[in-house]
């Protein structure tokens, strides 16, 4: 379900006139009026938010649950072990 952002029309409460939160479902009508104080309100144009799932592939945790080893750059082509299970150090040597 989507969050979508309102703003008050003209002045009004607090909770409104500085703009709210409001969760709901794709086939919910939009509000009109502020469901503390009644006064006007508007939907609010914003940005998405979007979650791109990829980012728990890359922790050590899942990566060593797959048999894979991770290692990062330590510096003048040496490479350090950060998940796994392979040897410590890796050097172009």
């Known amino acids: 379900m989507p969050i979508y952002e309102y703003i008050a029309v003209a002045e009004s409460c607090s909770h409104c006139c500085d703009g709210f939160d409001q969760l709901q479902k794709?086939?919910?009508?939009?509000?009109?009026?502020?469901p503390r104080c009644g006064k006007a309100v508007q939907r609010k144009i914003s940005a998405p938010s979007?979650?791109?799932g990829g980012?728990?592939?890359?922790?050590?945790?899942?990566?060593?649950?797959?048999?894979?080893?991770?290692?990062?750059?330590?510096?003048?082509?040496?490479?350090?072990?950060?998940?796994?299970?392979g040897p410590d150090y890796i050097s172009g040597d």
């Open 50 to 52: 979007v979650a791109i």
């Open 26 to 34: 794709l086939s919910d009508p939009q509000l009109s009026q502020c």
């Open 55 to 85: 980012t728990h592939l890359t922790r050590e945790s899942h990566i060593e649950k797959h048999g894979f080893t991770q290692y990062r750059k330590a510096g003048g082509g040496v490479y350090e072990k950060t998940a796994g299970k």
